[in-house]
């Protein structure tokens, strides 16, 4: 297993046992221009401690490969806010990942994780005919099983206060299936294990929630599909890391507590 973590920088680092903030941990934050940075910025300018996970070598495999210095920037960033930071890279396809990234996030921030959002993804386009048993196993591994487990590991850790709903659980998911069957399949499982959070882990005083960002353009779309895809959204644009970060930083807030359960489309109105 490959856990690394980094220094925060300075202004975000403390020797407080026990932090006023809550601390987010937030999965999928490999890249400045992404969802994943978008809500993290939105949650530390709310007033969250920040801890982040991302992997190098999924990027690297993706047609925009490696933003050279990305964590350490955002690190950067959402200590300007106020926000303690912890950036953890860890591969997501092991098992043993969820609860050392827990471990990591407590020893560093110095206390227990209240929200967790789940926005990493592995995706790599692919049908029902040509998809390898290799690159469907993966999928599941990263987008439901990691899921899973991480969610499993928040409730084994958090406790609320009697009579409070203080715990959040955010995952973001998706409805696209033709073209890539293994990323559409295996986010399937991720809502109904979200889902199942809401109600197995009510006694806790977590909320669990999933949200569908629709089309965010974070530079994987061609000249034409981005055209078409306004051409669909009544708004007339794609949505923007900001838009799904705004609902999330309203779900893991105290006014948020009475949505849970649900699958939540910040789209635009985008048909489909």
Not at 174 to 187: E, I, M, Q
Not at 193 to 204: F, G
Not at 240 to 255: G, I, M, N
Request: with cysteine; net charge negative; aromatic share 6%.
């Amino acid at each position: 297993m490959t856990i690394t973590a980094h220094p925060s920088p300075s202004p975000s680092l403390s020797s407080d046992p026990a932090p006023s903030r809550p601390i987010a941990l937030i999965t999928g934050v490999g890249r400045s221009i992404g969802i994943g940075a978008g809500i993290a910025r939105r949650l530390a300018a709310s007033g969250w401690d920040i801890a982040f996970t991302y992997w190098t070598p999924y990027d690297r495999r993706m047609e925009w490969g490696v933003e050279a210095g990305a964590a350490e920037a955002i690190a950067k960033e959402l200590a300007e806010a106020g926000a303690r930071t912890a950036a953890i890279e860890a591969d997501l396809t092991d098992p043993d990942a969820p609860a050392r990234i827990f471990d990591e996030a407590e020893q560093r921030l110095g206390g227990p994780v209240t929200a967790l959002v789940l926005s990493h993804a592995e995706s790599v386009d692919s049908g029902l005919l040509d998809t390898t048993v290799e690159a469907f196993d993966r999928h599941f591994a990263v987008n439901s099983r990691a899921s899973w487990l991480l969610i499993r590991e928040y409730g084994l850790r958090f406790r609320s206060a009697p009579g409070t709903a203080t715990g959040r659980i955010v995952a973001l998911t998706s409805d696209h299936t033709v073209g890539n069957l293994p990323y559409g399949a295996s986010k399937g499982a991720l809502d109904r294990i979200t889902l199942a959070a809401a109600h197995e882990l009510a006694h806790l005083g977590v909320t669990a929630n999933v949200v569908n960002p629709g089309p965010v353009d974070t530079g994987w779309m061609t000249d034409d599909l981005r055209e078409s895809l306004i051409r669909g959204t009544p708004l007339g644009r794609l949505g923007t890391p900001r838009d799904t970060a705004h609902l999330v930083d309203f779900l893991c807030s105290p006014e948020g507590q009475w949505i849970n359960g649900q699958l939540l489309k910040s789209n635009g109105g985008a048909a489909g």
